[in-house]
């Protein structure tokens, strides 16, 4: 609650790493890897910080044959399918290589969602651990191109969508035709449910039932980047 606001309503993942390396007295990794921050053979934290409507990147996925198995899955639910499942287990061994790489017993999520109405919320939950280290399954989950979209007279290209079959909503949206992309939409999922409401302005916290969460008001006072750069530079 205490960190810089800045003038463009957002607050930057690399600061949100920092902060959490520094709470848990861990490694800020400047990697691609799944984990940001990391308790070498211990814990590892996935950092995210975004507005609340903001899509999450998961990172870009690039699958082996991609071209080949995107013309053949284009017009075949079986083949569309087979590559929705190569995308599920990308995401499981991008998770499994960091477990592997940094000896970590278990992977935690540390997330920062920030809201309209001048409010956040931050939590944390275990995403997966060494007796269980894939966080999808497969079977969860069916996969189909979406629709072609006319933009200002520019055609968007087509991105594969993933849909929880318990759910019934959209997870995921792989953009292989571009630049990769692999959005995961279905984090929204993750979000904790409090008693109450945060209101703007309010000096009170909202803690959900297993205390894990927290929802608070952004202080109302934001930092301009010139101002901040100025006054950094009279600083000896």
């Not at 799944?34 to 814990?43: L, T």
């Not at 995401?91 to 592997?100: A, D, F, G, R, V």
């Not at 759910?167 to 990769?180: C, D, L, P, S, V």
Request: charged share 25%.
């Amino acid at each position: 609650m205490k960190i810089p606001f800045f003038q463009d309503d957002s607050i930057p993942g690399k600061i949100m790493e920092k902060i959490i390396s520094i709470v848990r007295n861990g490694e800020q990794l400047v990697t691609y890897d799944y984990v940001d921050v990391c308790i070498h053979n211990d814990v590892g934290w996935s950092v995210k910080s975004t507005k609340e409507n903001t899509p999450l990147t998961w990172k870009r996925a690039k699958i082996p044959n991609s071209a080949s198995l995107i013309l053949e899955s284009e017009n075949d639910p079986v083949h569309c399918q087979k590559l929705g499942d190569l995308i599920i287990s990308f995401c499981n061994n991008h998770i499994t290589e960091s477990m592997n790489k940094y000896n970590l017993n278990s992977v935690g999520y540390s997330r920062l969602v920030l809201y309209k109405n001048n409010t956040a919320i931050y939590f944390e939950r275990e995403l997966c651990n060494s007796k269980n280290s894939n966080l999808f399954n497969a079977i969860d989950y069916t996969w189909k191109w979406s629709k072609a979209k006319n933009t200002k007279g520019k055609e968007q290209l087509t991105a594969l969508h993933g849909t929880n079959k318990k759910t019934n909503k959209k997870e995921f949206a792989w953009h292989g035709k571009g630049e990769n992309q692999l959005h995961f939409t279905g984090e929204k999922e993750w979000w904790p449910k409090f008693p109450k409401e945060i209101t703007s302005n309010s000096t009170e916290c909202i803690f959900s039932a297993d205390n894990h969460a927290i929802a608070f008001s952004l202080p109302s006072e934001k930092v301009d980047w010139v101002k901040l750069v100025a006054f950094l530079t009279t600083v000896s």
